[in-house]
């Protein structure tokens, strides 16, 4: 679905990559998380999918297109964005933010507002209460709903998420997840989401990229890189979470000794 | 009579209002049209922004006054043009920079989304930038519409009727009320103006129909209202065949322009007056033709527009004059009209005799230790260089007064000598010695009557206003300046007491010669 060919980007003519040879293939209805620390380049190469940032060399191609020889509009049009930022209109309604995609395809009035009701339901957006809020009286977490149903509101193909639940709380990011998740089944739509959250990335992703300094070190299942990773900084990456998971059962059991 | 003077005024009100809110709404519609492009081309190209913003800012620092006069000769007109053209600058840095503040201002996530989103550059401007521009960008308009209100007032100089006809004849003839009402009025207009501007926007970011229709309603109103005496005047008189009538700003010239538009009425001309204007702005109207006739000074023509430092005799003087006039400017000299208007020098009478000063040659040998207080004019005039150079005069000081306050100040000893008109009523109420210029080193100041070529082609207007020439002395004019300047008269009412005097003094030489 979606093919990165020896990609590079570079922002000062050479000197330094921020994105180096970089290879990757993503399947039709399937969710990549691309993983990696700050400086990895993963936000780079997601914003090289959709023409927010020039690939240097390389090619890339969406649903069999070379994205070089599309129409940066109509490509953005046809590519779901979620980020981190949310960016819902302050001048707009929930409704009207999330018809923006159709409107600027030129929909029907009637068939907009069937898909708005549609994506406020499978967001858990109640339509009659909501509709005619301003994003200044959402939550944090109904805001990102919205954001995300804004980006699904022209049934794209490919959805493109960087790092879209960085700002909101365990709870809500939990039930936001649980939710994307079921989207990309019921749905058929192919996903990269961008994280540094180890746990995300297990959570959510049915293959990781795994990004250092603008490289790929590794990409496989989550149950591939956890049990067979080679690489050092891979491996010590993945013990993390399961280190992590160990504390919190070892606080857990401790306390129950204690009570 | 306050109440007789305030109900004067206010039956002015239609024409300067009318006259003031068209300047004023078209400057702002202008700039408005011009700004919001120019303001939003910047954002998008950077490196205009610097000069763009550079050059609106340079626009506002200079003095509303002054840019106001440099548009004449830039446009070559005087009036309505060249007062829209600086107002429209003037409306300029307010529109202009937030405009580029209120679109550089939107949130960097939210433009990132309307990109991501796959807005086009004009999608985005016209669907994100400019509605969350929008309150910056009205708060300039604001900003913008209450300057031009206050600047439009300066427009009376360029000979653009505004409300400040009320302010500069107002403080020119001492007439309080006048001002009073020109201030009050300009700032109604302001109020009334941001309000309605300040409701519009509201209405728009509320998405409020009836305030929306509420706004669009007031402004209808205010702009059918105080216009229509403009509209009602286009259709009953026809401005081909009227005669206008400039005068400069100051008493005795507000009381020409009113003798003779009231004696061009009485013969059945149609005739209007622009007053307040500047002095050499008046000459290139004239010449240009856009106003028909005015009263100004040999000395000043001789010196200022013919550049002439020589002095010769009065006759020699006139008929050079005349026929210079003619030949380079297209413009008739019809003749003095009998008074003389100088510059001389007076001090308080007791002060010259204590010093025993009566001429400007004993003057010298005191004047190290003097303050001379002049008008704007003076000091950068061939006449003061001529001046001090005959009689060797050096000041401790000089100073700088508007000519109605120049009097007070040298009764009440704050400058020991001023640049007196000699025709000034002051000189007799407030008991000044008017110094003696024995070597004749300021020229002369006869009063003459200047026709523009279309005025010198219609012989009925000539013969109008040939029973003018010659007809008014000293005397007559200093007693018309003093029942304005110290009896506080209108000029209208100080014209028709002149015109008295003109018209019995004809009829008695006529009798002397039966």
Redesign the interface.
């Known amino acids: 679905m979606i093919t990165l060919t020896s990609v590079s980007k570079t922002f000062d003519g050479g000197r330094t990559f921020v994105v180096h040879d970089l290879s990757l293939h993503v399947h039709r209805g399937e969710l990549l998380v691309i993983l990696g620390e700050s400086g990895s380049g993963k936000t780079t190469t997601l914003r090289m999918i959709?023409r927010?940032v020039e690939p240097t060399e390389g090619s890339i191609h969406v649903n069999g297109r070379n994205t070089s020889q599309t129409d940066?509009?109509?490509?953005?049009?046809?590519i779901g964005?979620v980020?981190q930022?949310?960016?819902?209109?302050?001048?707009m309604t929930v409704e009207e933010n999330i018809a923006?995609?159709p409107r600027?395809l030129g929909w029907e009035q009637p068939r907009i507002a069937t898909r708005v009701g549609e994506l406020m339901g499978m967001m858990g957006l109640e339509l009659d209460t909501m509709r005619h809020r301003r994003p200044e009286e959402l939550s944090g977490g109904q805001k990102q709903r919205v954001g995300v149903a804004?980006a699904l509101a022209a049934q794209p193909a490919v959805l493109l998420m960087d790092e879209p639940f960085g700002a909101l709380d365990p709870l809500t990011r939990d039930s936001l997840q649980t939710e994307l998740k079921r989207i990309q089944q019921t749905q058929q739509i192919t996903i990269v989401l961008v994280t540094h959250d180890m746990t995300e990335a297990l959570l959510l992703g049915d293959r990781i990229a795994i990004l250092r300094n603008g490289t790929l070190v590794a990409i496989g299942t989550p149950h591939d890189l956890l049990t067979s990773a080679t690489d050092p900084y891979v491996a010590s990456l993945m013990e993390t979470p399961k280190r992590q998971a160990d504390r919190v059962e070892m606080i857990a059991r401790g306390s129950e000794n204690n009570g | 009579m306050g109440e007789s003077n305030l109900s004067h005024q206010l039956e002015l009100l239609p024409e300067y209002l009318s006259h003031h809110l068209l300047l004023t709404a078209a400057a702002l519609a202008a700039g408005i049209i011009i700004c919001l492009p120019l303001g939003m081309l910047v954002t998008r190209v950077k490196k205009l922004q610097w000069p763009v913003l550079a050059f609106a800012s340079v626009m506002q620092t200079i003095p509303g006054i002054a840019l106001l006069a440099l548009m004449v000769p830039i446009l070559g007109s005087i009036g309505f043009a060249p007062a829209l053209l600086a107002l429209i600058l003037y409306s300029m840095l307010p529109i202009l920079r937030n405009t580029v503040t209120g679109i550089l201002g939107v949130?960097?996530?939210?433009?990132?989304?309307?990109?991501?989103?796959?807005?086009?550059r004009s999608?985005m401007l016209f669907s994100?930038e400019l509605?969350?521009a929008a309150p910056v960008i009205v708060a300039g308009i604001r900003t913008a519409t209450v300057w031009v209100v206050g600047t439009a007032t300066l427009a009376t100089p360029v000979g653009a009727t505004s409300l400040g006809n009320y302010i500069f004849s107002g403080l020119q003839t001492q007439n309080a009320t006048a001002v009073i009402v020109g201030c009050l009025a300009a700032a109604m207009l302001a109020i009334i103006l941001d309000q309605i501007i300040r409701l519009a926007e509201i209405g728009a970011?509320k998405r409020s129909r009836p305030i929306q229709i509420t706004s669009v309603a007031a402004l209808a109103i205010v702009l059918i209202g105080c216009l229509s005496p403009l509209i009602f005047k286009a259709n009953t008189e026809s401005t081909a065949d009227r005669v206008v009538i400039g005068a400069k700003t100051f008493t005795e010239q507000y009381i020409l322009a009113e003798l003779l538009r009231s004696s061009l009425r009485d013969k059945g001309f149609s005739a209007e007056s622009r007053t307040s204007m500047g002095s050499t702005i008046l000459f290139d109207a004239l010449s240009a033709g856009e106003i028909d006739l005015y009263v100004d000074y040999s000395g000043t023509i001789w010196t200022n527009v013919m550049k002439r430092k020589d002095n010769p005799p009065r006759e020699e003087l006139l008929r050079e004059m005349t026929s210079w006039l003619k030949e380079h400017r297209g413009v008739t000299l019809l003749g003095p009209l009998g008074f003389e208007n100088r510059y001389a020098l007076a001090m308080s009478r007791e002060d010259a005799l204590k010093l025993h000063v009566t001429s400007l040659a004993n003057l010298s040998a005191v004047a190290p230790t003097m303050t001379i207080g002049s008008d704007y004019e003076f000091f950068s005039r061939p006449e003061w260089s001529s001046l001090k150079k005959v009689y060797q005069l050096r000041f401790q000081q000089q100073r700088v007064f508007d000519p109605s306050l120049m009097y007070a100040a040298v009764r009440d000893g704050n400058v020991d000598v001023i640049s007196a008109y000699s025709t000034d009523g002051r000189i007799i109420e407030y008991d000044l010695a008017v110094l003696d210029d024995s070597q004749q080193a300021l020229p002369r100041y006869d009063a003459i009557l200047l026709l523009s070529t279309r005025a010198t082609a219609q012989p009925e207007l000539v013969r109008a206003l040939h029973p003018l020439l010659g007809s008014i002395s000293d005397s007559y004019m200093r007693n018309a300046n003093k029942l304005v300047d110290i009896d506080h008269m209108s000029a209208e009412q100080a014209a028709v007491v002149l015109s008295h005097s003109i018209e019995q003094s004809l009829r008695t030489g006529a009798q002397q010669e039966h």
């Open positions: 959709n927010l940066h509009v109509e490509l953005r049009r046809s964005y980020f930022g949310i960016g819902l209109f302050p001048h923006v995609v600027l804004r | 949130d960097p996530s939210v433009v990132e989304a309307a990109n991501a989103l796959g807005m086009t999608q994100v509605p969350l970011s």
